[in-house]
């Protein structure tokens, strides 16, 4: 069965770095982008950005640009999300989806089960 | 960015109901145009990519149409398990931008 697994949920305090993975399995992990989605508590979803593993090609929200970093490990068929310095609006729960189609046009069919992450004092 | 404009944000409706959403684009897109079904504490789910194809496994009452700029979600007859919040997104260019959400529930 095609999935994505992701890391376990986060407490951390602002200023701390944090990296979240998301390891794909049964598929071939570098013919498809990866993207990550975040969702503030009550709050809609917002595309943060999506990787393409075979060359680590990335593309950024502009909203998300230099706040966060994407890469991706073939190696271990996994991508991550990172950031370096949080901060409490970084509260979120995050999700990683793959595209159904080698684009990304066709909608994103498989979802990792969300990472949540808690940033406070 | 391409804006997304969902509306309404909120739909009250019954079971048994045809349920319409609306999501208009801030410019053309072309067919580009996906929706999503999330439930509390669930990711979201695919439901019709690329205006109107149905994904694998979605029931038959669930139909998209429209091109360009505006686009439509129906639900011919809301079933109780249609109770949930959707999401249109746009995959013309990246930022692949998302709607705010249109949340039915229950009347």
């Known amino acids: 069965e095609v999935q994505l697994v992701q890391s376990g949920a986060e407490v951390k305090k602002p200023g701390e770095s944090l990296k979240i993975s998301c390891k794909a399995s049964?598929?071939?992990?570098?013919?498809?982008?990866i993207a990550w989605v975040r969702q503030m508590p009550g709050k809609g979803l917002e595309w943060m950005g999506i990787?393409?593993?075979?060359?680590?090609?990335?593309r950024y929200s502009p909203s998300f640009q230099g706040q966060v970093t994407i890469s991706a490990d073939k190696s271990i068929n996994t991508a991550y999300l990172q950031w370096s310095s949080l901060k409490p609006s970084d509260t979120a729960m995050y999700y990683c989806?793959?595209?159904?189609?080698?684009?990304?046009?066709?909608?994103?069919?498989?979802w990792g089960q969300g990472t949540t992450v808690t940033v406070s004092s | 960015d391409i804006q997304m404009t969902q509306s309404p944000s909120s739909l009250p409706a019954s079971v048994g109901d045809r349920v319409t959403i609306t999501c208009r684009a801030s410019?053309?897109?072309?067919?580009?145009l996906n929706w999503y079904q999330q439930k509390p504490g669930k990711a979201p789910k695919l439901l019709i990519y690329?205006?109107?194809s149905l994904q694998n496994g979605v029931p038959s009452r669930f139909s998209g149409s429209g091109s360009g700029t505006d686009f439509t979600l129906t639900i011919s007859t809301l079933q109780p398990d249609d109770f949930a919040t959707y999401y249109c997104?746009?995959?013309?260019?990246?930022?692949?931008?998302f709607g705010q959400g249109t949340k039915v529930e229950i009347k």
């Open positions: 989806a793959r595209p159904q189609s080698t684009s990304w046009y066709h909608g994103m069919d498989v």
């Open positions: 990787i393409y593993p075979a060359d680590s090609d990335t």
């Open positions: 410019q053309s897109i072309s067919i580009y």
């Open positions: 690329t205006t109107s």
């Open positions: 049964d598929y071939s992990f570098i013919s498809y982008w």
């Open positions: 997104q746009q995959t013309y260019k990246t930022p692949c931008t």
